[in-house]
């Protein structure tokens, strides 16, 4: 089969290296790519929302299947368009339709959607300028902390915990009145802050049935112990130590299965990956946010961990055969450790020569890469979010230790990152 991936970053180089990995896979294509992705298939030169462009290679590559790595082409409706054309009627995607996408697109459609199919989450209101001083008016009778949230995407960094009343009333003003997201702030969510411990669970979905990969927790904040700024993020680790057993149980039939069903009885046209950022909350799970595709770092340890053929499984997905899959799952624990450029997630520079990616030999160590391009047979950083530096080990620990270790052979100027990786499970 010949495959197209789409997408640029560390999410997709471990995609390509996953798909590579396929006895299905004749030619893997990645557009735009990175240089990483380079060693596995061929990058193409395809702007991500040029539909025209992307339909016409699929035409004249032969690919079977197309897999879309970041959420705004399928928010702006990729899926829709390649299958209204007809030359594509047997083209297997993998993401939802654009309404479907709406789930990540949209805060307040998410939330809506959650309320009327009773999957558990945070109390919510939704503002506009149109009822502006009613939201200032909510936020002052508003429980410490308070989320707020813009309602389009904003390259995730769309949400603030605000800690007092004044915090909360300036980011809502900057939000609707300053447009500080664009048009992803002209609508804010407002809602309860919930207390507990996050982590990602990743399903696998034709819109009926599902199967479910390894779950992750990723660390969005910039300094150790999740002080700081937010970011996309610095790292994360799987398999969570407390997603299993009862509290899985409670996952599946609380949350993972109600939205599919969901999907299902809206006639939501899903095909695809959910995400579903979730909360523990004294053993009770509630969902904080869906998106429409796999996260970035999750999917550089959870790829690690599928011991299955992921095109098999897109096969499945197309045919509607995933209730007889059986995932299997390599049981060692995975770390991925993310080095940024100096000053992320604020202003950062570019152009900073890469060295030592050659000296990092070990075979449960895998370096995926994220903001990179290549001048003149150099490395280069090209991105707040560099390298993605994974690895497999006994427990957490030791899995996190084997990623730093192979940082300290990568050297670039301002090279940071965070130690502490999965520092709740060591």
């Known amino acids: 089969m010949n495959i197209l991936l789409l997408g640029s970053g560390g999410r997709e180089h471990a995609f390509a290296w996953k798909i590579k990995q396929s006895k299905h896979c004749s030619k893997l294509f990645i557009a735009?790519?990175?240089?990483?992705?380079?060693?596995l298939g061929e990058n193409i030169l395809l702007n991500l929302n040029d539909f025209n462009a992307t339909a016409d290679f699929c035409k004249s590559n032969h690919i079977h299947i197309l897999v879309v790595g970041p959420e705004d082409p399928l928010v702006k409706g990729i899926y829709d368009f390649l299958k209204s054309d007809v030359a594509l009627k047997d083209l297997i995607i993998v993401g939802p339709s654009a309404e479907a996408a709406q789930l990540e697109g949209s805060k307040a459609y998410a939330k809506a959607f959650m309320q009327r199919h009773g999957i558990p989450t945070a109390a919510y209101k939704e503002f506009t300028k149109e009822n502006f001083e009613e939201g200032r008016n909510y936020i002052q009778n508003h429980s410490l902390p308070i989320v707020l949230k813009a309602d389009g995407l904003a390259a995730g960094k769309g949400v603030v915990?605000?800690?007092?009343?004044?915090?909360?009333l300036k980011t809502f003003e900057e939000m609707i009145l300053d447009a500080k997201f664009g048009e992803a702030s002209s609508r804010v969510v407002i809602e309860q802050?919930?207390?507990?411990?996050?982590?990602s669970v990743f399903a696998l979905t034709d819109g009926k049935d599902f199967v479910l990969l390894p779950e992750a927790k990723d660390?969005?904040?910039?300094?150790?112990g999740d002080q700081g700024l937010n970011t996309g993020g610095m790292g994360a680790v799987s398999p969570v130590p407390f997603a299993q057993g009862a509290f899985m149980q409670k996952v599946v039939?609380?949350?993972?299965?109600?939205?599919?069903?969901?999907?299902?009885?809206?006639?939501l046209v899903y095909k695809g990956f959910v995400f579903f950022g979730l909360i523990?909350?004294?053993?009770?799970?509630?969902?904080?946010?869906?998106?429409?595709?796999?996260g970035d770092p999750e999917t550089e340890v959870v790829m690690p961990r599928l011991s299955s053929d992921i095109v098999d499984l897109f096969v499945a997905m197309d045919n509607h055969t995933l209730s007889n899959q059986q995932l299997v799952f390599d049981e060692r624990s995975a770390a991925t450790v993310v080095t940024v450029s100096g000053g992320y997630p604020e202003d950062f520079e570019k152009g900073k020569v890469i060295s030592g990616l050659d000296a990092v030999f070990s075979p449960e160590t895998i370096?995926?890469?994220a903001g990179?391009?290549?001048?003149?047979?150099?490395?280069?950083?090209?991105?707040?979010?560099?390298?993605?530096?994974?690895?497999?080990g006994s427990t957490i620990t030791n899995a996190v230790t084997s990623s730093v270790n192979a940082i300290s052979q990568i050297s670039y100027e301002k090279k940071y990152f965070r130690t502490d990786i999965g520092y709740e499970f060591k």
């Open 219 to 224: 660390y969005k904040r910039i300094g150790e």
């Open 193 to 199: 802050f919930l207390k507990g411990i996050e982590l």
């Open 372 to 392: 990179v391009r290549q001048i003149d047979n150099q490395l280069v950083t090209n991105g707040g979010r560099v390298l993605a530096v994974t690895s497999l």
């Open 367 to 369: 370096v995926f890469q």
């Open 32 to 39: 735009p790519g990175n240089p990483g992705t380079a060693s």
């Open 253 to 267: 039939d609380k949350v993972v299965k109600p939205t599919i069903d969901g999907l299902a009885a809206e006639m």
């Open 161 to 168: 915990i605000a800690t007092s009343h004044e915090e909360a």
């Open 280 to 294: 523990n909350v004294d053993g009770e799970p509630f969902v904080i946010e869906y998106n429409c595709r796999m």
